[in-house]
């Protein structure tokens, strides 16, 4: 089993910044990826951003160029750096680890954009 916990979410003001960490603890080998997505009431989870264990990135068209993320191996932990905020970006964010025991999400962390 893994376990995966959020922590970093809150409210963030237009043009502004959070940065959401997640780590994993648990039955953590043989990682092929984690990734942050995100949700909102009524409508579908959308993938934010992925990293392979090589850092092999990929974003939505969204958040490119606006958000980073990044992975600390041996904490087996992953972050993602939003930068110039939106209140579009306003959602539940989850992590996602993929690996050979399975797929396993976190509980997640709201973000609110707001002024």
């Known amino acids: 089993q893994v376990q995966l916990v959020e922590s970093g979410g809150g409210l963030g003001q237009p043009g502004g910044s959070l940065r959401l960490t997640c780590t994993a603890s648990?039955?953590?080998?043989?990682?092929?990826?984690m990734g942050w997505y995100r949700e909102n009431p009524g409508k579908m989870r959308e993938q934010v951003a992925t990293i392979t264990p090589g850092g092999a990135t990929d974003y939505a068209p969204s958040v490119k160029d606006r958000f980073t993320i990044s992975r600390d191996g041996n904490k087996n932990t992953i972050y993602l750096q939003m930068n110039d905020v939106i209140p579009e970006d306003t959602a539940l964010y989850s992590c996602r680890l993929v690996s050979t025991a399975g797929k396993y999400w976190g509980s997640g962390t709201q973000v609110t954009v707001s002024s």
């Open positions: 648990g039955d953590t080998m043989g990682i092929s990826g």
